[in-house]
């Protein structure tokens, strides 16, 4: 399993359905890792390989997601096992597009930790409160919920990252205050002494604008990029 306590910050790409051949292999020519930081790609899980197989500049690679089955009559599904026979370290689990729009929850989120973290992958799970849920001032108890149903006894700060992505910051282009996200970030640390020294990203309309001064908050240990990790120059700053 990676060192994830050797790295000062962790920056993770998360490409969702965008990304073609020549597009992933342009990006990769033009991507200039910084490798004292962790950096991992998640593209779609079709194009895994292909990014595996040209990685020659210390980027890891990750899955964007994993079935809760680990083998049989499952069709579509990619199990723990092939992920990590095919050299993949990361893999997103319980991003808020998989729980709103294919029905994911607390409960398979956990079954997927698990599968993970038994073949040395490290589950990135995802959690984060909605609009409506911040404006009623529900965002603790969401969180708090999702971390106590889907965080298995297993996981600990050495196998498992944290991201906390707020739903209405995702392709929004609105952010938290810099006070907020350190806030919401200080609170998860101290659910439990055990989260203390879990690695946790931010997510949610991160730019090469924004990056270095959300990375730089106390709380925060890398961020997840979604759009802005699809403009490889983009990336580059943010991961510099
Ligand atoms: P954006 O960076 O596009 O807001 O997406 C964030 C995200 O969902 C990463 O998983």
Request: hydrophobic share 35%; glycine share 6%; aromatic share 8%.
């Amino acid at each position: 399993m990676i060192n994830l306590h050797k790295y000062p910050s962790i920056f993770i790409a998360n490409w969702k359905l965008n990304g073609n051949l020549s597009f992933l292999k342009e990006y990769f020519e033009k991507l200039k890792v910084n490798s004292n930081n962790c950096t991992v790609i998640c593209p779609p899980s079709i194009y895994l390989n292909t990014l595996i197989n040209i990685n020659t500049k210390s980027i890891f690679v990750g899955s964007q997601d994993v079935s809760i089955h680990k083998e049989g009559a499952y069709t579509g599904e990619l199990s723990s096992k092939m992920l990590v026979d095919n050299n993949v370290n990361f893999c997103l689990v319980g991003h808020s597009e998989r729980r709103q729009l294919f029905s994911e929850t607390n409960i398979n989120v956990k079954k997927k930790c698990i599968n993970l973290i038994e073949e040395k992958i490290i589950p990135v799970i995802c959690i984060g409160e909605t609009l409506e849920e911040k404006q009623k001032n529900l965002t603790e108890k969401v969180l708090l919920t999702q971390i106590k149903e889907s965080i298995p006894v297993i996981s600990n700060d050495e196998n498992t990252i944290i991201a906390y992505e707020p739903i209405w910051a995702i392709g929004t282009g609105l952010t938290p205050t810099f006070e907020e996200i350190d806030s919401v970030h200080s609170m998860i640390k101290s659910i439990e002494k055990k989260f203390k020294n879990y690695k946790i990203l931010y997510g949610g309309s991160v730019k090469s604008s924004n990056s270095s001064k959300i990375n730089a908050l106390q709380n925060v240990d890398g961020c997840l990029i979604g759009g802005a990790s699809l403009k490889v120059d983009e990336f580059n700053i943010i991961i510099s």
